[in-house]
Structure formats: C-alpha cells, structure tokens
C-alpha cells in the first residue's frame, strides 16, 4: 500500500510560513491568510503566494532558524517506521517546504520514500518573496495519482492524511483519506477522523495494517 501524509498540522504542529512570518515580524498577517487557506475559503495557490511575498527579504540564516523550531508530532516517526517495516510504501506531499522538511525528517532519523513539496527561492542570502513547486498551482490528488502509477500502486491501495483544505483532492482520490484533528471544511471528505497520530497508529494495529 501506499500511504500518503501532508505535513504542517499533520506529521507536524507547526505551520511553517507562520513559523517564518515570526521571524520576518508578519506572522498575524501570515497566520491570517493561512487560517483561510486551510478552511477552503481561498484559493490555496493565491494564499501560499500572498504568505511567501510577506517574506520577501528575510535572512537565510533566520529562516533556518524557523525551520529548527519545526518537530514531528508525538508518535509520527513510530508510525512512519511502522509503516516501512511492513512493507507499505510512505510518502509526504506538502505545500510546505523542502528544506524544512528535509532537516526535520533527518534531525528525528525518520525516511520516507518520497517528499513532494515546494520551495521558496533565495538569492543574495535571502528569501525572494517567491514561491516554486509541483504544489502550488498543482494539487495532492495529481501528486498522489502520479506516485501511485510510479509504484504500480492501484489507487484504492492508497491512504491519504491530512487537515487543511488543500488535502481535500488527496482525501477524496485515495482509497481512504483520513483526517488528523481536521478542519470544519474538511472533515466530510473524511472516511476517517482521529485525534491524534497515536490513535491513527492504534487503529493501524487493529486493522492489521502494521
């Protein structure tokens, strides 16, 4: 099987673009349009523009610093694990960004098979203001639909979690989409809700999955 995650709110607590408008001293307009984001009520590719463009300008050094404060959630790299060693194939796809989710994986020894995620260009040591990637005018659905061919997946083997609105096309296409805490807009387009990556774990253990 294959099991596709989101990140931000999912694997992990943190929003990164509110993580990086604290640095840059934006992050209330940042959280803003990130709260509507994640509920459907704007475009996620018009938002996640509108966030990177309040960062234009901040430090390389001080985004590093907003991707260090980034942790995976209680139970999320037990599960991951649990995952791989029975033989189900893993992947992340995330709005977020590349290396923020590269150094966390790395800082808690956790891989997955694939990462499908964005990135925000940087020149002369800081952020440009810009964003570029396969999810921000491209969706998880696409992304999922794509990894599953790659690996000879069929469709309803695939499990999809997430959150926020822009994991509702992964939600719907994958052969069950479960949602972690999910927003009020998203939580209809569940088969699955729990609470907690723990509880997702258990439940795994109770179908047989690991």
């Known amino acids: 099987m294959l099991f596709a995650f989101d990140f931000d709110g999912t694997l992990a607590d943190a929003e990164m673009t509110v993580l990086l408008g604290e640095e840059a001293g934006v992050a209330d307009e940042i959280a803003g349009i990130a709260a509507r984001a994640t509920n459907d009520e704007v475009d996620y590719a018009t938002s996640l523009r509108e966030r990177a463009a309040l960062l234009e300008g901040l430090p390389e050094t001080r985004v590093a610093t907003a991707y260090d404060r980034i942790t995976l959630r209680r139970g999320a790299a037990d599960l991951i694990a649990a995952l791989r060693a029975a033989g189900h194939d893993v992947a992340i796809l995330t709005g977020g960004f590349e290396d923020a989710v590269g150094a966390v994986l790395e800082d808690a020894g956790v891989q ?7 990135q925000l260009p940087i020149e ?4 440009t203001g810009e964003v570029e990637g396969p999810l921000v005018e491209g969706t998880k659905d696409e992304a999922l639909q794509q990894l599953a061919a790659e690996r000879g997946v069929d469709l309803a083997d695939t499990v999809a979690v997430g959150d926020g609105a822009n994991d509702i096309p992964m939600l719907q296409v994958a052969g069950e989409g479960i949602g972690v805490t999910p927003k009020p807009a998203v939580r209809p387009h569940c088969d699955t809700v729990v609470d907690s990556i ?12 690991v």
């Open 198 to 209: 723990e509880r997702l774990h258990q439940r795994f253990e109770q179908r047989g999955v």
């Open 124 to 127: 002369n040591g800081a952020l």
């Open 112 to 118: 997955v098979d694939d990462v499908v995620s964005n």
